[in-house]
């Protein structure tokens, strides 16, 4: 059975992609394939793809978008991998990335789906080495406390994983990966490499899915919904979401909503109480605004 399946969903940037396909190529482990999914209309990858002129890559094309959970669940319906692992079309693997991973859960037991690494972020001229737990490790809490703990470029699951907990769930427009990561560590633990092994290019306008405000918002709060059992047995946790889905609605100049999930932060943790200040700045604001129109 081939060992590994490297889905690689791409929208629109195929001047970027024949450098993030390069650097799977160059991994010290090669029994690989590599499956890109064209989830773009305006500006098609294949050519770039194709001119590699390698029999491991294989090219999906979607006739419409359909977002980046649908790209990666299509990838992973055509993988034939024993792991599959993920790499946007802007991010690079160093070259050890899967050699490291498929060691780690080759020698691992039946209890452990997945294996996660630290990143390089490159922003502009600068580069910050993140930070992951090292080893064997029960993740659930993690998964549940950070929606950006687990980033789905330096991801490897196992394919049993997928089959016990399912796909990316499409209906959300962003943290699809937190979504999924709370089902799978739900499941089984994972181990975490506390080496950055994939370079995460964030540089300014950088249009990574999820970055657009109002998806946030939408993807958080189902998110919350499809788990809030299990939020609601970790009130502080909740409170800590709702605060910042507090400050999105905020940014997104939709501060009635903001104002609501302010005093539902507070409610689920009342020691907090910069949870509620930011609700009453934002109703001193309101009133300086309406002040301000009937004096003018």
Not at 230 to 235: G, N, S, V
Request: hydrophobic letters at 40%; one cysteine or more; charged letters at 30%.
């Amino acid at each position: 059975m081939l060992k590994v399946s490297v889905i690689v969903p791409t929208c629109n940037r195929p001047h970027l992609i024949k450098r993030t396909i390069d650097s799977i190529l160059k991994q010290t482990f090669q029994d690989f394939e590599i499956i890109v999914v064209d989830d773009g209309v305006k500006e098609r990858a294949e050519e770039a793809v194709k001119s590699f002129g390698d029999s491991r890559i294989k090219y999906i094309q979607h006739e419409t978008n359909k977002g980046g959970g649908a790209a990666r669940n299509t990838g992973i319906k055509a993988s034939q991998g024993e792991y599959i692992a993920f790499l946007d079309d802007d991010d690079e693997w160093l070259p050890n990335k899967l050699e490291k991973q498929v060691k780690v859960l080759d020698e691992s037991g039946g209890d452990v789906g997945f294996c996660f690494t630290a990143v390089l972020n490159i922003l502009d001229d600068r580069t910050e080495k993140s930070k992951v737990p090292d080893g064997l490790n029960d993740y659930h809490g993690l998964a549940l406390a950070s929606f950006k703990r687990f980033l789905t470029v330096t991801l490897i699951i196992k394919r049993e994983v997928f089959d016990l907990v399912g796909l990316f769930d499409e209906s959300l427009p962003s943290h699809q990966e937190a979504e999924l990561m709370i089902r799978v560590t739900k499941k089984f633990k994972g181990i975490g490499i506390n080496e950055p092994l994939v370079k995460v290019n964030m540089r300014s306008g950088h249009d990574h899915v999820g970055g657009n405000l109002a998806k946030r918002i939408s993807g958080g709060e189902l998110l919350i919904k499809k788990h809030i059992k299990e939020f609601e047995l970790i009130p502080k946790i909740l409170a800590r979401h709702y605060f910042q889905l507090g400050i999105f609605c905020r940014d997104n100049k939709e501060e009635t909503k903001a104002k609501k999930y302010f005093v539902m932060a507070w409610k689920n943790n009342k020691l907090k109480i910069s949870y509620l200040c930011h609700y009453t700045s934002l109703l001193f604001q309101e009133k300086e605004k309406i002040k301000n129109k009937l004096f003018l």
